[in-house]
């Protein structure tokens, strides 16, 4: 008996030119040299498994059954890659996860969990040098804590006072390079020493070296600045306000005063030494170091005077090693860490962050690792194919992308026993 096959017509033909692109790159051979070896009688191969789900979000996408219902047509007869059922791709993903960490603070009834995965953050980097190939020298890290609410059977009320899990992400660029996931429970600063020590083992374990690092208060406690500066050639931490750095705004006599379109600040610059308590407790006084803190303040409008300065004002300083750039320049350049909040709209938006498939803290860090994955790769092809199609610019977000790029109608055929693509319009 012979069956004949038709064709089918499907609305997302421009996947397939991603996966030649990522063949083209050898992106299926990092896979294998960096996941564990498939059963000889497996079906399908990592570049089945991750080509697969990576296709979903970029085309729109946003839960494994989108393979089977919404893009069945986009692996019918195609011969670049192979889909799985959504059940067997989350199956293969779930495999991938790497036991938890319990950690119970001192004098703490708490129990942190933290969840990495060494395979992944491996596989991750691997990939970003081989489609940024970064040929910047001074690189820029920005570390931050992000908030993903989720109601799953392990997660753990957050310090915003809802159920989920708060991962610390490492991004250089728009790219991410460093996932340490934690339970909602462990807020941000907690054991974060630790999470520098790790990052920057790892990002220097493949010859990526930082020359400067950028985070919130959370960052602003002792170990954490001394592991930094060890690491790096110049950071900047916002800093939180305490007694020491007090004692140094009231040091401050000339204020530089600014007209900004919300109203008139003063800003000002001088040197200290912070963490001098937490250095003789840690018994640790040869790391203390003088820094500069820059220094912002805003008058209130209710009038309330600060107790320790005696001035109506609201103050906000910054806390660097870098004693050449302008107290302006340090703030502006500061303040462009405010780009990584887009970062995390997208990974939650664009890339499923939002919606969890796993029931675990560790099956999760996965699937985080997976999309992040998949959200450099995006970045990577937004800037590629904007160089070669119309109406593309490389500062699209993911549903430009999607309407002008990947919705091409398209079927593959055979003939003269090759595979051909035939597109039907490419708008």
Known sequence: MKIIQKSQLTSFGGIN??????????????????????????????????????????????????ISKNLRSVFCNNPLVQAPSPDRLLERLKGLAEPKMLIEKNRAKTINEFSLNDKLSDLNLAIYKKLRLSNQEKLVLDYDNTVIFTEKSDSRRTYQKESGYVPGVGIIGNDVVYIENRNGNSAPHTFQEDTMERMFEKLKSYNITIDTFRADSASYQFLTVAAVAKCTNRFFIRARMSNSLYDAILKIKDWKKIETVKGIIYRSSTTFVPFKRAARDYKLEDLLQEYRVVVTKETRRDG?????????????????????????????????????????????????????????????????????????????????????????????????????????????????????????GFG
């Open 17 to 66: 030119f991603v996966f030649d692109e990522l063949i083209r790159l050898k992106i299926d051979k990092v896979l294998n040299n960096y996941l564990p070896c498939m059963p000889t009688q497996a079906q399908y191969s990592w570049k089945d498994v991750f080509f697969s789900y990576w296709s979903i979000f970029l085309s729109g996408g946003d839960c494994a059954e989108d």
């Open 304 to 424: 309330q005077l600060d107790l320790f300065t005696n001035e109506a004002c609201i103050y906000s300083a910054i806390v660097t090693n870098d004693f050449e750039m302008t107290d302006d320049d340090v703030v502006f350049f500061y303040n462009q860490r405010g780009t990584q909040e887009r970062e995390f709209d997208a990974l939650k938006n664009d890339f499923g962050w939002n919606k969890l498939p796993f029931s675990k803290l560790e099956q999760n860090t996965v699937f985080l690792y997976l999309t992040a994955i998949c959200k450099n790769i995006y970045n990577y092809l937004i800037s590629h194919f904007s160089k070669i199609v119309n109406g593309l610019n490389p500062n699209f977000r993911l549903k430009k992308f999607i309407f002008r790029f990947i919705c091409v109608p398209a079927k593959w055929i055979k003939s003269g026993r090759q595979y051909k693509l035939k597109v039907y």
